[in-house]
């Protein structure tokens, strides 16, 4: 929701810069908007044109690549739990009561993961770690090994519960927007004042303005995309929760 508030105040912006373009037109004498002034104003509007694109190439770059890294980051944590599950089931009988609380942890953790995440842009709480987490870890710790295969299984076991809990700190400290507001802020003021120099020396009809309309639309509907983007785990492009969940039900018990 607070995508499309963010890009509907930028599209209201933008769009509301033809209107100021078409006052300000009205308002000057013809001699101010001829010769010497057309061409400032257009070379003007060019450079800026450049910069709001590089400004939106950053903040496309910067959010695909928050959404990949996070992506990645999910495929990791079930990759490690998968792979947990299964030395948790070379190790032997004494190992299923820590397989059990493993597939009861997934369906927390995601619940968690994800309603962390869909609020970063509420005020950022501290982190706490998961009750199923640690007692996990210590259900495991309390293995006693019998032979060198279960020692050696109990070690990868601990590594890989060590590299779960380091990705889901992971998770958690990138779960802020990555994209500053001022850049935003900037780009939509930027756009605001292309569009008015546009309407400024174009005619003031309903053709015109419903053409510069639609421009506005694309151009705040870009904004949307590098916000929902921006989250990763909410929104139209979320991050599906649904592999995290079934990676170990799909594993033999």
């Not at 770059?61 to 990759?79: H, R």
């Not at 710790?141 to 299984?153: E, G, T």
């Not at 990138?174 to 001022?182: E, W």
Request: aromatic share 8%; proline share 5%; glycine share 8%.
């Amino acid at each position: 929701m607070i995508p499309f508030l963010m890009s509907l105040a930028a599209f209201a912006c933008i769009f509301g810069g033809t209107f100021l373009g078409i006052y300000i037109r009205r308002r000057l004498p013809d001699r101010h908007l001829s010769g010497d002034t057309k061409d400032i104003v257009r070379q003007g509007t060019a450079l800026i044109a450049t910069l709001a694109s590089l400004v939106l190439g950053l903040l496309i770059a910067s959010a695909n690549g928050k959404y990949e890294t996070e992506s990645s980051q999910i495929k990791q944590l079930t990759a490690s739990m998968v792979i947990l599950d299964n030395t948790l089931g070379l190790y032997g009988p004494e190992a299923e009561p820590v397989r059990a609380l493993l597939r009861r942890d997934v369906g927390v953790a995601a619940d968690r993961i994800w309603s962390e995440a869909a609020s970063s842009f509420g005020k950022p709480k501290p982190f706490e770690p998961a009750l199923l987490g640690l007692s996990l870890y210590d259900e495991a710790l309390k293995l006693v090994p019998k032979n060198d295969a279960q020692r050696f299984l109990q070690g990868r076991a601990m590594d890989t519960l060590v590299d779960i809990g380091k990705t889901r700190l992971l998770l958690f400290t990138s779960a802020g927007g990555s994209i500053p507001i001022p850049f935003l802020i900037v780009l939509v003021g930027w756009l605001a004042l292309i569009f008015a120099s546009i309407s400024l020396f174009a005619e003031s009809n309903a053709r015109t303005i419903t053409i510069l309309c639609i421009f506005s639309f694309a151009a705040s509907a870009a904004i949307f995309l590098i916000l929902e983007l921006n989250q990763p785990f909410a929104g139209l492009m979320k991050i599906s929760d649904q592999p995290l969940r079934d990676a170990l039900a799909a594993l033999p018990k």
